[in-house]
């Protein structure tokens, strides 16, 4: 996920160097995480020329989805980490017992 929150900061900043600074982070390790996904993807997701980071077709894609890919996470943790909360004794039906 944390790729996905690095992807957003470029792909809004449409600069590696200003999402570096926004995530706290150097602009070297940023640039890998990003070749790892589009790797990872198997699309290049920035045309990196000319000085200018432009999103692809496939970039375009990924900043319509992350924003609920990193939603939808967050919501999962949150719902496991009440579950692993839960009073043992009473733990939440499965789900087979649901539907």
Known sequence: M??????????????????????G???????QR?????????AALFD???GQVTLTPAGHVLMREAPELLRQHQR??????????????DPP???SAIY
């Not at 809004?12 to 600074?21: D, K, P, Q, T």
């Not at 999962?76 to 009440?82: A, G, I, K, Q, Y």
């Open 76 to 89: 999962m943790r949150t719902l496991v980490r009440r579950a692993a909360e839960t009073d043992p004794v």
């Open 48 to 50: 990196r020329g000319g």
């Open 93 to 95: 039906r499965p789900w």
């Open 25 to 31: 982070m150097e602009q070297p390790p940023l640039s």
């Open 2 to 23: 944390r790729h996905l929150e690095c992807f957003l900061a470029v792909g809004e900043e449409r600069h590696f160097g200003r999402a570096a600074e926004r995530l």
């Open 34 to 42: 990003i070749r790892r996904l589009e790797k990872e993807l198997g």
